[in-house]
């Protein structure tokens, strides 16, 4: 920790992507967050989803797997990356809820499952990930190294 | 594998069957659910034509009058000044309207983008909502209608409630909820705006006397675009974006908006907002602190 990095804290259904160095973090349960980063222009950004398909009937917001991260690679092309040069991490994706054996909704297998799916669509290789279990996660993303530190959350009961 | 025995050549063919089977299975629901999404977007997409269609309008006619209006006060006789108080007044509405409607377009885009992240300060909730209801005062002296704010707090500073939340959020959520009252509201009657707060779950309704909702179209109102009188000659201006703006907006604060309404006899949209903390397991949302343990992974 030399550098002073510049803070973002990402909420979920927003997404992030800077040219300058920040460090961005985040909470994850059965959301999924996907990190890309450009290795060539050494920039990234990170987006946070809650779940896997756009309805069709809300806003179009990044709250949905497909629309967060078509818009997150948009952003990134937009800054003047090359498709070629990103890859991916993905992370999140538990599943939290008590009790939901394989009846339930599945969102976090679901959520990663639409990661996956997109992102070999799109072509950008998933480098590194940590997905699933039944713990919640939080990330620190470097969006100049393409670092990211994560930690696995103990779960509280409330 | 050259050697199977009959029995095991069974066992073979009858696991792969069953895979096959499995597949066709999984193919059959994916390709519904693709028809599925595909009969969405047709629907989304001839939605958007139309609200661009609706948004053209209500950005146009809007400048039209207000460039008439005061076109008009320009060449009126200085003794005529009766004249020109009309007129302001109507500048003054659609200019209004032209504002909120413009909020909350770019709202919606903001949210669109992924770039709304909650802004939390203390709000004085009761000032809050009066500035709000005093916004929409020269609309509702208009149409007569009296807004009856109810406020069931008892405590807090000299009996304001300073919350924590967003206040720009929940301002523009207040109008939406109050400018739809307004809309679907009969001349001369009146809205009721009630707060309490329980637990640290603020809860406000804000009750209608006017067209109602059916059943069946309370579940399709919050969908972005929607209006239930689309048609041409409909009398209610609007873009239909409103609801789902609210809703999305409610999302970001964590809070939840919940219909009671009967047709021909007015709604009740009630929302419910918790109190905002600025702690997110452990680390805060805007803090300068970044904790590295020893024991964070590094991918």
């Known amino acids: ?158 | 594998m050259s050697n199977l025995s009959d029995r095991q050549l069974l066992k073979e063919l009858k696991i792969r069957l069953e895979a096959s089977k499995k597949a066709r299975e999984e193919l059959q629901t994916l390709s519904k659910e693709y028809q599925e999404v595909s009969g969405k977007l047709s629907e989304s997409e001839a939605l958007k034509s139309h609200f661009i269609s609706n948004i053209s309008n209500e950005i146009v006619n809007p400048f039209t009058s207000i460039l008439g209006l005061s076109k008009a006060i320009l060449s009126v006789e200085k003794n005529d000044w009766k004249k020109v108080v009309s007129m302001v007044a109507l500048i003054h509405s659609e200019a209004f309207n032209l504002d909120f409607q413009l909020k909350n377009i770019f709202v919606a885009a903001k949210i669109e983008a992924g770039e709304i992240a909650p802004n939390i300060t203390k709000v004085n909730i009761r000032s809050l909502i009066q500035n709000v209801i005093d916004s929409f005062n020269i609309v509702s002296r208009k149409m007569g209608i009296i807004i009856d704010l109810q406020y069931n707090v008892e405590y807090g500073f000299g009996k304001n409630l300073y919350f924590k939340s967003d206040s720009e959020k929940l301002k523009l959520i207040l109008s939406n909820l109050i400018n739809n009252a307004l809309k679907y509201s009969y001349k001369d009657s009146k809205i009721i705006i009630k707060v309490s707060i329980e637990d640290d779950i603020l809860q406000i309704a804000v009750q209608d006397f006017g067209t109602g909702i059916s059943e069946k179209n309370q579940k399709i109102i919050f969908e972005r675009f929607k209006r239930l009188d689309s048609g041409i000659n409909s009398i209610n201006r609007g873009h239909g974006l409103g609801l789902s703006i609210t809703k999305a907006l409610l999302d970001v604060l964590d809070g939840d908006i919940t219909i009671d309404s009967k047709k021909g006899e007015g709604s009740t949209f009630s929302i419910s907002l918790p109190e905002a903390k600025n702690m997110i397991e452990g680390f805060s949302g805007e803090g300068n602190d970044i904790f590295f343990d020893d024991d964070d992974e590094i991918f």
């Open chain 1, 1 to 158: 920790m030399n550098k002073n990095y510049l803070q973002y804290f990402l909420y979920p259904s927003s997404l992030f992507v800077s040219k300058e160095p920040y460090v961005v973090k985040t909470i994850l349960g059965s959301c999924v967050a996907i990190c890309i980063w450009d290795k060539r222009l050494k920039v990234g950004g990170m987006n946070h989803y809650m779940l896997p398909t756009w309805n069709g009937n809300d806003l179009a917001s990044p709250k949905y797997g497909n629309i967060a991260i078509n818009k997150l690679v948009e952003k990134l092309l937009a800054m003047g990356s090359r498709k070629e040069d990103l890859v991916a991490k993905m992370f999140g994706g538990g599943d939290m809820l008590e009790g939901s054996n394989g009846s339930g909704y599945m969102i976090g297998e679901r959520n990663i499952r639409m990661a996956r799916l997109v992102l070999e669509e799109k072509g950008i290789p998933v480098v590194a990930s940590s997905t699933g279990g039944k713990r919640g996660r939080k990330i620190l993303f470097f969006t100049d190294t393409g670092e990211v530190r994560h930690k696995f959350l103990e779960k509280k009961v409330y």
